[in-house]
Structure formats: structure tokens, C-alpha cells
């Protein structure tokens, strides 16, 4: 079985700052992490994602996101949030052994940037 | 850019009526799939395809449900007779292949059963 989590429902920053959502997983072998991004009314935007290789992956929009094995987490980050990057973030994963799709979602964190 | 494309992006229906949501994945992909978010909620798997069968499915994909690929680009998902509690933005998604890449989603279409 996989499972996330996404601890918090809501993050409130401020622009310029830096920000980190936090995700963490648990799958029975291991895993694949995505992050997706979802603005009002529209779909589901791919961000990044951990394969295999390096533990600090780098995807769209000045994201990245640092898989770390001994805690199961995967925590998205940007050195300096915009207000733009207000949006519903979702963390996926899926086990190795599974199907692409079939991926399953945490809750999603709502982010705030204020001006 | 390639993309998923949905169709319609808003559909309204009547209890007891069938609806079919179109989706039109990205041309090179092999593996098609079909999620659900009710308002407010998360992202639900509720079933995926493969070589023109499904590959897996999840408990909310009931008899009620079903998905096919009736030519080389469109992909529908069939609910024969809503409820009220189908009410939700459906998303399509597809991916190049079943293992280590990801799915790209259309924008979903939000189904309203009143």
C-alpha cells in the first residue's frame, strides 16, 4: 500500500521569503515523488519529480525539492517565494512496482504569498 | 507544448442520466487514466488503461463506470446513471510509459448533477 501525507493544510508566506511545503509517504518498496501544482479552476501542473539519482531535484517555476530516504520525506521549496506561486500543492507518489498512474495524492496545501 | 485536452470543460446533467467525459491524450502516450476531486477534496485514482484495457481500478470505479478508447486519440470515461454524489471535477492524464515518468493531467471537466 502507499499512502502521503501532507501535514499542513495551509502555508502562509511572505514574498521574497523562502518557503517549504512539507510532504512525507510511505510506500512497501520504493518510491516515485511528484509535485503538482493546481491554480483556481484548472488542472493538475506538473512540477518535479524524484526517480532515482540525486536527492535535491530542480523543476519549473524556481521549485525544487529534497527527497530524504530516512525521514520518508519529499518537502517542495523555493529559496524566495512570489505571489504568484499562490496555488494548491499536491504531493503524489507511487510505488515502483505500480502502474504510472496510479498514483495516489495527499490532501494538498494551500499557499499563500502575501505581498 | 503537447497537452491532455478535456472536453466539456463544464457539464450539467440530471440524476439518473448517462453522461461521457471526452479526453484527447498526449499523441505518443501509452498509458491513459481517470481521476476525480470532489470540491474541496483530494485527488482520487479511479482507474487506468492500458492497451486498450484496463490495467487497474479503484473501489470507486463501479459498475457504474466505464472507460474506452473508441479510436486512435480519444479516451472517454461512461457513467451510466449519476448521482448526485458524482459531482466532481474529473481529470484525464496520460504518460509515456507505465513506469518512472510522470502523468500530465488535462484541465479536468466539472460535472454537476442536479
Known amino acids: 500500500a502507499q499512502s502521503v501525507a501532507q501535514p499542513e493544510d495551509q502555508v502562509n508566506v511572505a514574498e521574497g521569503n523562502p518557503l517549504t511545503v512539507k510532504c512525507t509517504y510511505s510506500?512497501?518498496?520504493?518510491?516515485?515523488l511528484f509535485w503538482y501544482v493546481q491554480y483556481p479552476n484548472r488542472g493538475l501542473q506538473f512540477l518535479l519529480k524524484?526517480?532515482?539519482?540525486?536527492?535535491l531535484v530542480k523543476g519549473s517555476y524556481g521549485f525544487e525539492a529534497e527527497f530524504n530516504k530516512s525521514q520518508t520525506s519529499f518537502h517542495l521549496k523555493k529559496p524566495s517565494a512570489l505571489v504568484s506561486d499562490s496555488a494548491l500543492y499536491f504531493c503524489a507518489v507511487r510505488d515502483t512496482s505500480t502502474n504510472a498512474g496510479k498514483s495516489t495524492f495527499g490532501d494538498g496545501t494551500t499557499l499563500t504569498v502575501k505581498p | 507544448e503537447p497537452e491532455v485536452t478535456q472536453t466539456p470543460s463544464h457539464q450539467v446533467t440530471q440524476m439518473g442520466q448517462e453522461v461521457i467525459l471526452r479526453c484527447v491524450p498526449i499523441s505518443n502516450h501509452l498509458y491513459f487514466y481517470w481521476y476525480r476531486q470532489i470540491l474541496g477534496q483530494k485527488v482520487e485514482f479511479l482507474v487506468s488503461f492500458y492497451n486498450n484495457e484496463i490495467s487497474e481500478k479503484s473501489e470507486i470505479f463501479d459498475d457504474q463506470f466505464s472507460v474506452e478508447r473508441p479510436d486512435g486519440s480519444n479516451f472517454t470515461l461512461k457513467i451510466r446513471s449519476t448521482k448526485l454524489e458524482d459531482s466532481a471535477m474529473y481529470f484525464c492524464a496520460s504518460s509515456r510509459t507505465g513506469q518512472n515518468t510522470e502523468a500530465f493531467f488535462g484541465q479536468g471537466t466539472r460535472l454537476t448533477v442536479v
Open positions: 510506500v512497501s518498496g520504493n518510491p516515485y
Open positions: 524524484y526517480i532515482t539519482g540525486d536527492n
